[in-house]
């Protein structure tokens, strides 16, 4: 079954009629919260069936949205590898940031705590981080 299919399937057997965008993110996040309150709990087969249930709710919100499948699914992969040239370099005293081998910034390092907000900004972004 194609994608393009599959969304119009889900959309056909919807439990919920509303063309509100608003509303059916909502319902989204609720499926996604639901998926990791079972997860968090260690219900593994629950979390698998409220995620589920999130992807019906995330092809009828791309749907109200008139998002095109196709073209998210490319941009997205776009997006995932402009990530891979990411690198954050932590050296003794100072961090660099580097894009596609291109020097974009820095700053100093003072202490541990510096350190750690660093790590935690290049896992935001999506950087490999080189100790040096």
């Known amino acids: 079954m194609d994608l393009k299919n599959a969304v119009d399937l889900i ?18 996040n609720e499926e996604v919260a639901e998926s990791l309150k079972a997860l968090l709990k260690g219900d593994i087969d629950k979390a698998k069936r409220e ?3 999130a992807l019906s709710c995330l092809f009828i919100a791309l749907k109200v949205l008139d998002v095109d499948l196709e073209e998210a699914i490319k941009h997205q992969v776009i997006q995932m590898k402009k990530r891979v040239g990411n690198v954050m370099i932590l050296k003794n005293d100072k961090v660099e940031i580097y894009v596609n081998g291109i020097l974009k910034g820095g700053w ?15 896992k935001e972004f999506g950087c490999k981080i080189i100790k040096s």
């Open 11 to 28: 959309w056909e057997n919807r439990r919920y009629s509303t063309d509100d965008p608003k509303e059916i993110i909502s319902h989204l």
């Open 108 to 122: 100093s390092i003072w202490g541990d705590d510096d350190i750690k907000e660093a790590e935690k900004i290049a």
């Open 51 to 53: 995620l589920e249930d």
